[in-house]
């Protein structure tokens, strides 16, 4: 049975850093991609980041480009997601999840999820 368990999330001060933690069980991960997704209050959804990985290929959403950081470690079936300069927006909860193949944006192509982890950024 695959199971997500997050990590890392807490209320942090704009432009601080936070890590998130995804602990991956279950089976093996090596195929699959690993996606970061958050919800906001009367929000849809949304992408944040993903790895495919085995080939260790990641995608961003645009407003995190340049802040946020998606990488795993095999040896722990865990993969991070490095957030720096956090912004207020960024507050949401924020989910792992998972999918045999390739990246998808849209939410509904991870059949995976962890229960979530509430991330609050303060101005």
């Known amino acids: 049975q695959v199971q997500l368990v997050e990590s890392g999330g807490g209320l942090v001060q704009a432009g601080d850093s936070l890590r998130l933690s995804c602990a991956a069980s279950?089976?093996?991960?090596?195929?699959?991609?690993m996606g970061w997704f958050r919800q906001a209050p009367g929000k849809e959804r949304e992408i944040v980041a993903a790895?495919?990985?085995?080939?260790?290929?990641?995608y961003y959403t645009n407003s995190v480009k340049g802040r946020f950081s998606i990488f795993g470690d095999n040896a722990k079936n865990t993969v991070y997601l490095q957030m720096n300069s956090l912004k207020p927006e960024d507050t949401a909860v924020y989910y792992c999840a998972a999918r045999l193949g390739l990246i998808y944006s849209d939410y509904r192509r991870y059949p995976y999820w962890g229960q979530g982890t509430q991330v609050t950024v303060s101005s």
């Open positions: 279950g089976r093996t991960f090596s195929s699959d991609t």
């Open positions: 790895i495919i990985w085995s080939a260790g290929n990641t």
